[in-house]
């Protein structure tokens, strides 16, 4: 018998997406076209916001955020150490610097406290992360970003069909992000959303996303050259999403609910099989916030160290299991310690959870015998790193 490996994540795509996309495909509309407006249109109702930018992926709408925000040399973002390193290398793309503060120990979220702590009067932004798609805070950094006459902007690249305080993960920042990498709850394969209710904002995107032109639809037959195809108002970028993401992107958002449904399955079958084991701290969501899966990230108890923790990932692995480390501190990341001379220490809480994270194998194609197989081997891991050290076999 083969042993065939169980990934870590993996995209949900049926027959419909397929056709979405073969329907593309025949028409000869590859960029510019009518998908990209359907996705858009679908964000919006999903969300309750009033606008939405397709963009090549979530790096490049948080690019874009930042620039439409006007923020630049000299300013300063607080953000969180605890996340994909993205979101703070787009605080760097333009020239800014991120002000990193400590986590909640609960909701991995930055602490609310905190980040009231760290605005001084270069803090242009509070750009926070739904990390690990725990909703957790939102309401509050929204309402503190308001008490400073600042924008937040909510990096929702994790968080697609969250909640928190009520209202859906994406409609908290001034501007939001989503992400669509085949990791994340949906997939354009790479792509992208900016999501707003700010007509201004919207359109500097729009314009950004496409090498500077003017925000208007006029831009020629699916993009051939012709007038207002060679007017530049601004310094632009190419971010666009091509027809064939957004189709994609229209099928899965009509499967949304599916495949968050289907998702939330495999959190259950992980939370039944793993909430006896006294070693592991599964996956906290407060009483406020529903949680989008997006990964399903267990952490050891806090007498195990990092060490232990690549132990146990490595053996996961030897088994073709395939757990990760999420996330690895950023501001440890050589090109930040570098940079602004951040070490051990600087943010005891953020690291000592990150040293003890485990991603499990998260994605909708999973079987509850795959489920208890990863669970198993986690637990026999777990065991054999507690009997090294002279501890019962529990
Ligand atoms: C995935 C992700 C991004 C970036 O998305 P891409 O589409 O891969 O560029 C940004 N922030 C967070 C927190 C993410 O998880």
Not at 93 to 102: H, I, L, M
Not at 199 to 214: I, T, V, Y
Request: glycine share 10%; proline share 5%; net charge negative.
């Amino acid at each position: 018998m083969s042993v065939s490996e169980i990934k870590l994540a993996g995209p949900d795509i049926t027959e419909h997406e397929i056709a979405l996309v073969e329907q593309v495909l025949r028409s000869g509309r590859l960029s510019i076209g009518p998908m990209l407006e359907r996705f858009e249109d679908a964000m919006c109702l999903r969300l309750g916001r009033t606008r939405a930018v397709g963009v090549s992926s979530g790096t490049a709408g948080l690019h874009l955020a930042l620039v439409a925000l006007g923020i630049g040399p000299g300013d300063e973002v607080v953000t969180t150490p605890f996340s994909f390193i993205a979101s703070a290398n787009v605080i760097l793309y333009v020239g800014a610097r991120p002000v990193f503060v400590d986590v909640d120990p609960k909701s991995l979220n930055m602490d609310p406290a905190r980040v009231e702590q760290a605005i001084t009067p270069r803090t242009k932004a509070i750009l926070a992360v739904e990390a690990l798609g725990n909703p957790s805070h939102m309401a509050e950094y929204e309402a503190i970003a308001k008490r400073h006459e600042i924008p937040l902007i909510e990096d929702s690249c994790e968080a697609l069909g969250g909640r928190n305080a009520g209202r859906p993960c994406g409609s908290f920042g001034r501007v939001s992000v989503f992400g669509f990498y085949p990791n994340k709850q949906i997939t354009t394969g790479e792509g992208g959303m900016i999501v707003t209710d700010d007509d201004r904002l919207a359109d500097r995107c729009l314009s950004l996303r496409n090498q500077g032109r003017p925000a208007s639809k006029d831009v020629g037959d699916g993009g051939i050259a012709t007038g207002s195809w060679l007017a530049h108002e601004r310094l632009g970028f190419n971010y666009r999403m091509d027809e064939m993401s957004a189709a994609l992107g229209v099928g899965q958002m009509d499967r949304l609910d599916k495949i968050l449904a289907k998702r939330g399955a495999v959190a259950d079958m992980y939370f039944s099989a793993l909430s006896g084991n006294a070693h592991l701290v599964l996956p906290n969501v407060d009483d406020r916030s529903e949680m989008s899966w997006f990964v399903f990230v267990p952490r050891l108890e806090s007498t195990f160290g990092g060490e232990e923790r690549d132990r146990i990932i490595a053996g996961m692995r030897r088994h073709e299991i395939g757990a990760a480390n999420y996330f690895p501190c950023i501001h440890l990341q050589p090109f930040y310690r570098e940079r602004f001379g951040y070490k051990e220490g600087d943010f005891p809480i953020a690291e000592r959870v990150s040293q003890r994270t485990i991603a499990l194998p998260f994605h909708t194609g999973l079987t509850p015998q795959d489920i208890d197989l990863v669970s198993q081997t986690l637990e026999l891991m777990i065991a054999r790193e507690t009997h090294l050290r002279g501890e019962e076999w529990s």
